[in-house]
């Protein structure tokens, strides 16, 4: 069974420009969290696709969206990139959207550095 | 909304004594999940122990247990045995909105196993 899987592993950004990252679930998981870990601190919640549609949010701008495809991989969109957004970005994939209250697997993040 | 505080940056103690780490949490909610995840430097988020709100028995996983204290609002996580495995970044985190509501985490406690 593969696990979650993110990429890139690293990249690195101009301020004002716009990144995508990847993620693939867990085999049979359709639910999928996204979250920034900046440094030194724990992560936060950025929001979550079940069935490809945003089932929760936490607080962060319109700037940051996603979109989750039929297979039930997803990606993260990061337009105008601020300093601010360096940071280690995490993926979650849940079996269900039940389950992601008490069930979710990580993937090992991208770190990204905007310069 | 829902908090996790970990009072602890950092602490070290030598290979197979025993440790614990400490947590407290405000939500309310009266049914939630409590965790503790850990983040080696791969940076991988990785499940050590979960803990459901409603069951007052607390939470064992092999070395690691936690002790469970729901009117103080404690979730403390009792390593016994330590290992330099145990060498990482370690976060507690909370779910009490239902997984729309995603994970909220700790700033992290950094435990360094001494040989």
């Known amino acids: 069974e593969t696990g979650v899987t993110q990429s890139p592993t690293h990249l690195i950004k101009t301020r004002g420009q716009q990144v995508t990252l990847r993620c693939s679930s867990q085999?049979?998981?359709?639910?999928v969290s996204w979250y920034q870990q900046a440094l030194g601190q724990g992560p936060q919640f950025i929001f979550q696709y079940y069935r490809e549609e945003e089932n929760g949010r936490g607080n962060f701008p319109p700037r940051f969206s996603g979109l989750q495809f039929p297979n039930y991989s997803s990606e993260l969109n990061v337009n105008a990139l601020e300093l601010d957004d360096s940071a280690l970005y995490l993926c979650a994939s849940s079996p269900d959207l039940g389950t992601s209250v008490y069930e979710q697997y990580f993937g090992p993040g991208t770190r990204l550095t905007v310069t | 909304a829902q908090t996790v505080t970990q009072s602890q940056p950092e602490m070290s103690v030598q290979e197979a004594e025993t440790v614990t780490l400490s947590c407290t949490y405000d939500?309310?909610?009266?049914?939630?999940?409590l965790f503790w995840y850990k983040q080696p430097p791969s940076r991988q988020m990785i499940l050590v122990i979960r803990q459901e709100a409603y069951k007052q028995q607390n939470a064992t996983e092999n070395r690691f247990s936690v002790n469970f204290q729901k009117a103080a609002k404690s979730f403390s996580l009792k390593i016994s045995d330590s290992q330099l495995g145990d060498t990482a970044m370690y976060f507690c985190a909370l779910n009490s909105g239902g997984g729309a509501d995603g994970l909220t985490f700790g700033k992290g406690t950094h435990l360094i196993i001494q040989p």
């Open positions: 939500t309310s909610e009266n049914n939630y999940y």
């Open positions: 085999s049979g998981h359709n639910t």
